[in-house]
């Protein structure tokens, strides 16, 4: 069984509703004391609906082709970021589709 967390908030003023930050915060054997709302995690599947959303509504289609390959970002005055797939892996240029349906973190 895996963990999990939930934040809910007013979108309207930011006011936090409610907020469920794991499983079982007592049952260290699976990933206890750990609060994974604030945990440090890359964004990855939680904003990818709405990258991929984005692209499709910006001329891309499911055939468009998209570049699965290490990229870093960095902001001054932050640490760089460098994404990865869930897979710890690679795949180059992969469609649309494909980027989707495997889940990758990186395009588009």
């Known amino acids: 069984m895996g963990n999990g967390a939930a934040l809910v908030t007013n979108p309207k003023t930011g006011e ?5 930050g794991s499983r ?5 054997a699976h990933d206890g004391n750990v609060n994974v709302t604030t945990a440090l995690r890359q964004p990855g599947s939680s904003i990818k609906v709405v990258n991929y959303a984005a692209a499709l509504e910006d001329g ?17 005055g932050s640490p760089s ?3 990865v797939n869930y897979d710890g892996k690679f795949h ?16 588009p």
């Open 16 to 20: 936090i509703l409610a907020m469920v």
């Open 24 to 28: 079982d915060y007592f049952d260290v």
């Open 60 to 76: 891309f289609t499911a055939a468009t082709i998209l570049d699965d390959s290490p990229i870093v970002y960095t902001y001054p």
């Open 81 to 83: 970021y460098a994404p």
């Open 92 to 107: 180059g240029m992969v469609p649309l589709r494909y980027a989707l349906a495997n889940s990758y973190n990186i395009p």
